[in-house]
Each structure stands twice: as structure tokens, then as C-alpha cells.
């Protein structure tokens, strides 16, 4: 039970420093409304953006940003409405700043109830959720990309250029991770991440995760066996998120482990037919009173940790939660610095025709074929990159930098796939598929740095086949390539 208060503790105060980077951030406007639209906070990229001052529009109904003709239309309150019947909306249109002068913008209302169902009034914070992770995220495509494709043809390079390659590739992906770990506990503290649950081959993700971390344990040379002895080895589960959790753990003990270190990995059935994952290292190991703590966002077990090995300290906090959130539970041992340690984490196996009736969640390979591709890329170095890697593995490829021209090209040339920014200069990618699926029978793929739920649930329901967040890893994208040239 005090686990439990000192983690929510923990969120509560990942939370408030949430609220002290929202008043600080000055190119989004953030602010809460109470049920009928009266402005209850204001941020000061809301006062920058709209020009009015906190104590001169706290109070103030919403409705002084809209048109005189959208206020007569009684828009302000339908969107409010709507927001509160649908749960959010996203709204496209002219707004009129404190001077007069008017502007185009893009909100997202959120509806913010208690847990008894009842509106407490509205926010914009996933708004800059996801714009926050877009902005964050878009930069790091094209250097993965080029990274990604030079590695795998490190063999061409000199040998002190191809390591510094892979130096390049792995701090790439090391600040996409940081990126992911930051917005997954501000979803946590918010009770906004959710989980997909399905019968899944919990060992089948183990292996997965360990070929992912493979490059990591290659270059300290350590010596890693694993052992997936668990005869019970499927669960229910979010496949991505459980997939997170071993990947979570397994670079943990790869980090902490020195060169030339141990890792063992075990799966098993115990008495009582749970699954169990167990990881021991013989790095670096934990203090014994540490060991409360670990589990805690920003903490790591030894201040000196943080500045030998980096990192925020979020990866075991948001491991615990998502397994907490599968009903599992997770533990470790050490019996002190220097001894190494031991993660385990316990969930429920699924009866063995569960199992069978689940998915097996490993992509199979399948021969690839040149496709007729449009990419459609406002941000230019992405363009540039992705089109020129593209064209190397044999693809026809077409650009466009925004949705009108997406359209123009659409509607004279016949294409295979549609690889498709979400957030363009003109519109969206969501129009450029939903209008372009209207006439044409065409794959697409969805690729962005927006990832919230709500940008998911909108990409399927826009007509995308398939979704990559930003920074795309080329090899993913290769994968879903050759799965719709199959």
C-alpha cells in the first residue's frame, strides 16, 4: 500500500512540473475553461499568441476568440457541446486576438470530467501534447534514416567512420526514447495512457526485444544467454506496451552491466502457472535502501549514477506502471553495490487454448517488389532523405510538400502507397488520405510525430493501413513496405 501512495505521490508531482513547463511554454496556447467556457487558467504562450494579459481575460467567456459571425452561429458553445458529447473535438478555423487582427488556428477541446462522470470544464493540453511531440520528434527522421542506412552499410567505410556511424544511430534513437519516456509520464500522471489487450506470445516478445537491444549488447561485447523455458507463455497484454516493458528492462541491465559483463534471461512457469520474466546482470547492483525508490520518475538509485550513465531516471517508473496496468507485478533484488541485480516481472498465463487462439506478433518476411510511391513531407530534410533512400531500394517516388499539391498529383498518376505526413503547411495528411481513398484504391501509411491515442484512433479512422511515428526506423518502414508489395 505505501508502493502504491509513493508512486502516486511520484505521478502528482510529475504533474505539477507538467503545469510549470505548460505556464512557460511560449508557442502553444494553453489554458482550462469551466463548463459554460469561462477561461480558468492562461499560459504565456496564450497571452503571446492572443495578446492578453492573465488578469485581463481570466473569467472571460471563450467566445471573445471566435468571429462576430462564428459567435451569432452560437459556434463557441456548439464546439463545447460537441466536446462534451464526442469527449474532444478538433477544431480548424479564424480566431480573433485581443487587437482585432485575425489568425488561423487548430484546437483540440477536451472534455474534463471527475470520476463520477461529472464536466469539470475543458482543456488544450493534449493539443500540445501533440504538437510537442511532433515538433520533437520531426528533426530526428532524417538523421535516423541516413544513420540507419549507413550503418547497415558500414562495411563500405573506413573503420573509424563506421563506428562513429553507429554513434550517430544510437544517440538518434537514445533521444527518441527520452522523448517517448517523457510523454508516457506526463499519460501516466493524467491517466491518458491506455492499454490494447490480446492474447499474446510473451516469450515471442522477449526474444523481440532482446534483437532489438542487440546492437547495445554487441558493442560493450557482453555475453547474454537467454532461456524462454515457460511452457505457459501466453497472456493477455498490449503487445507494443509489454514489449516496452522487456526492452525496458533488458537495456536497464545492458547499461548498468560493463563491458564484457553477464545478462541472464529466464522465463518460467512457477506453481501457480503465472508467466515470469527474470533478467539478472552482474553490473553495478543497488544499494539496499535504494532499492524503495527505484521505481520512483526522476530518481535512479545513486546520484552518481545519473552522471556516469545519463538518462532521467523514468524508464523503471514507467515500467512498473504499464505492468501495474496488466495486472502484473514487478521486483528486484540486490544485495548491494558492486553484486548486480535482478528484475522479475509476474503476470497471468492465458490457458494453453487461449494461447493458440492468440497472435503470433513476429512480422514474417516476405519478398519485396518495386511500388509506385507518393511521399508527402513538409518538413524538407525528411522529404529529401526518405526519397532518396527510397529510390535506392528500387521504388518509383513522387513528392509533395503539402496537401493541395498531394491532391494535384494524385489526381493525375496512378500510385501503389501513399506515404503520408500527418501535419502539413495547407491541411493534413488525415484529408489528403480520407479524400484521395475516396477515388483511388491505394495503401497508406501514416507517418508522423503526433502519437496520442486520440492521433491514432483519427489516423485509422482517416483511412491509414498503417501508422509509424517519428523518428521512422527505416528498417519498420522496409517491413510495412514489403507487406503491402506482398
Known sequence: MSDSRSIKSALLEAEEQFHILVDSVEEYAIYLLDPIGNIVTWNSGAEKIKQYMADEIIGKNFACFYTPEDVAAEKPQRNLREAARQGHIRDQGTRVRRDGSIFQAEVVITALRDSSGNLRGYSNKDDFLAALSHELRTPLTPALAAAAYLADNSAKFPSEFAEDVKIIKRNVQLQARLIDDLLDLTRIARGKLQLHLEPVDANVLVRDAVEIARSAILAKKLNVSTELSAKKHHVLADPIRLQQVFWNLINNAVKFTPPGGQVAIHTFNDARNHFRFEITDNGI????????????????????????????????????????????????????????????????????????????????????????????????????????????????????????????????????????????????????????????????????????????RRSIEAGFDFRLVKPVDLRELQEVLDQVAA
Not at 503470433?360 to 526518405?386: C, G, M, W, Y
Open 285 to 456: 547492483g543497488i544499494e539496499r535502501e535504494r532499492l524503495t525508490s527505484l521505481f520512483i520518475p526522476f530518481e535512479q538509485a545513486d546520484p552518481s549514477v545519473t552522471r556516469l550513465f545519463g538518462g532521467l531516471g523514468l524508464g523503471l517508473a514507467i515500467t512498473k506502471r504499464l505492468v501495474d496496468l496488466h495486472k502484473g507485478a514487478i521486483e528486484v533484488e540486490s544485495r548491494g553495490r558492486s553484486f548486480g541485480s535482478t528484475f522479475r516481472v509476474i503476470l497471468d498465463a492465458l490457458p494453453e487454448e487461449a494461447g493458440r487462439n492468440g497472435k503470433n506478433f513476429r512480422a514474417s518476411k516476405r519478398p519485396a517488389k518495386q511500388l509506385r510511391i507518393l511521399l508527402v513531407e513538409d518538413h524538407q530534410d525528411t522529404r529529401h532523405t526518405l526519397s532518396r533512400l527510397l529510390t535506392h531500394f528500387g521504388h518509383q517516388i513522387s513528392v509533395a510538400a503539402d496537401r493541395q499539391s498531394a491532391l494535384d498529383i494524385m489526381a493525375s498518376q496512378n500510385f501503389d502507397v501513399i506515404l503520408c505526413d500527418i501535419g502539413l503547411p495547407d491541411g493534413s495528411g488525415y484529408e489528403v488520405v480520407s479524400e484521395t481513398k475516396r477515388r483511388h484504391p491505394v495503401k497508406a501509411i501514416a507517418i508522423s510525430g503526433f502519437g496520442t491515442e486520440a492521433d491514432v
